[in-house]
Every structure is written in structure tokens, then in C-alpha cells.
């Protein structure tokens, strides 16, 4: 069974520039998580979907981070514009059916982002 | 809102010792999940363990066990036999029905040969 796939693994870019993620879950999970990961912490929420609904993004700073999953499978997290400390790790995870409130979660590899 | 505290940024064992990870959690909640992820370097996060607060039996993965201590608020993780591979960073967790995943805040785990 294939994992939860993301690209790209590594991103350098300059402050104020715009960065994309891409993230697709295992198949059949339904619920699918972005997390962000600052050097030195643990990771902190910042959407979770269920399909292709959002059912928890109040930790995503709105006024420069949107995440997407238009049609329930695969989603999008962009940045614009960046700031330094948005430099980090953006995990991707997804849950099976029914598991989305018991923590048990399956994690891409994560894509670094470094902002200069 | 729900906390967890990881107390030991850094801890190393020789292999084939035993380590106990320490982790602490401040909850209202009396139902609940608590987990151990195990994040190696470079490569995806993974369930170590999982524990139901309302089960009183400490779970057991092979050669990792937690002490669950309920009313202390307590979630250790302890890994016998330790193996080169089990050198990672380890994150507690904790979560409630219709609440986010809260993660510690890690504990990096050195294994010496």
C-alpha cells in the first residue's frame, strides 16, 4: 500500500515569495491533516479536512497560508507571501475512515521550506 | 486547553538497555488517546503506541510499553532492548473526541553502540 505521498521535499525561497505543497493520502482515507513543524518542536495544526470539507483550520494564519482539497483526494497547502518564520517542515498526514478523532495518523515524508 | 510536556529535550541508552521516555499531559477530558510518534531523521513520523484512557492495562508494542498513570496525568514510554534503529526523536500526543492531535514537544533519543 502506497503512503502518503508529498512534493516537493525541499523549497529555498526568498521572503515575500509564494510557495506550493503538494499532498496525496493513502486511498480511502478520508481525512487528511497539514501540520507544520518548526525546528526544535512538535508539529502544530494547521488544517484537517474531512473530504473535501474543512473542518479545522483555526491555527492557519489566513491572511497569508490557504489550503485546498477540491475534490476530496489530493490537497494543495500555498504561502503568500512568505515570511521567515514560516520557515519549516509541512507534514501530510491522513487517517482511515472513522479514526479522524482517535489520533491515529499516517505522515508523509514532510517538505522543507526554508525562507531567506 | 489541552497540554502535553515533554521534560527531556535529550536522552541516550547503550544498546540492548532500557529507556523510559517521561511525558505529562494536563486534561479536563476523562476519555481520551494518548500515543507515542517516532520521528527518525529525514523520514516519515510513525505510531510507536497507542493508549485508551479508559483502559487501566498499559499497552505493549513488542519492546516498547508505556506507564499510564491516569490521576498523575502521566504517559511514559519505555523501550527495552534498545536497538541502533530506535535512535529518533519521539513525540507524545494526546487527543479527545472532536479535538486536534497535541503534540509534546519532543524528546531526542540517542542510541550509543
Known amino acids: 500500500e502506497a503512503g502518503v505521498a508529498q512534493s516537493p521535499r525541499y523549497k529555498i525561497i526568498e521572503k515575500r515569495q509564494s510557495v506550493a505543497f503538494w499532498c496525496n493520502p493513502i486511498?480511502?482515507?478520508?481525512?487528511l491533516y497539514w501540520y507544520q513543524q518548526i525546528l526544535g518542536q512538535g508539529p502544530k495544526l494547521l488544517i484537517q479536512?474531512?473530504?473535501?470539507?474543512?473542518?479545522?483550520d483555526s491555527q492557519l494564519p489566513k491572511d497569508r497560508f490557504s489550503a485546498e482539497r477540491l475534490k476530496g483526494v489530493d490537497s494543495t497547502l500555498k504561502i503568500q507571501p512568505a515570511k521567515l518564520e514560516d520557515s519549516a517542515v509541512y507534514l501530510c498526514?491522513?487517517?482511515?475512515?472513522?479514526?479522524?478523532?482517535?489520533?491515529?495518523?499516517?505522515f508523509g515524508e514532510g517538505s522543507r521550506l526554508t525562507v531567506l | 486547553a489541552q497540554t502535553v510536556t515533554q521534560s527531556q529535550p535529550e536522552m541516550s541508552v547503550q544498546e540492548a538497555e532500557t529507556v523510559t521516555l517521561s511525558c505529562t499531559y494536563d486534561?479536563?477530558?476523562?476519555?481520551?488517546?494518548l500515543f507515542w510518534y517516532k520521528q527518525p531523521p529525514s523520514r516519515q513520523m510513525i505510531l510507536v503506541i497507542r493508549?485508551?484512557?479508559?483502559?487501566?492495562q498499559n499497552a505493549t508494542e513488542n519492546r516498547f510499553s508505556v506507564n499510564f498513570q491516569k490521576a498523575a496525568k502521566s504517559f511514559s514510554l519505555k523501550i527495552s532492548d534498545s536497538q541502533l534503529g530506535d535512535a529518533a526523536m519521539y513525540f507524545c500526543?494526546?487527543?479527545?473526541?472532536?479535538?486536534?492531535?497535541?503534540f509534546g514537544e519532543g524528546t531526542q533519543l540517542t542510541v550509543n553502540p
Open positions: 498526514a491522513s487517517s482511515p475512515p472513522g479514526t479522524a478523532n482517535t489520533g491515529e495518523l499516517f
Open positions: 486511498s480511502g482515507h478520508a481525512t
Open positions: 479536512f474531512q473530504n473535501n470539507g474543512v473542518v479545522d
Open positions: 486534561t479536563s477530558e476523562s476519555d481520551y488517546y
Open positions: 493508549q485508551e484512557a479508559y483502559k487501566q
Open positions: 500526543a494526546y487527543t479527545t473526541s472532536g479535538s486536534r492531535l497535541t
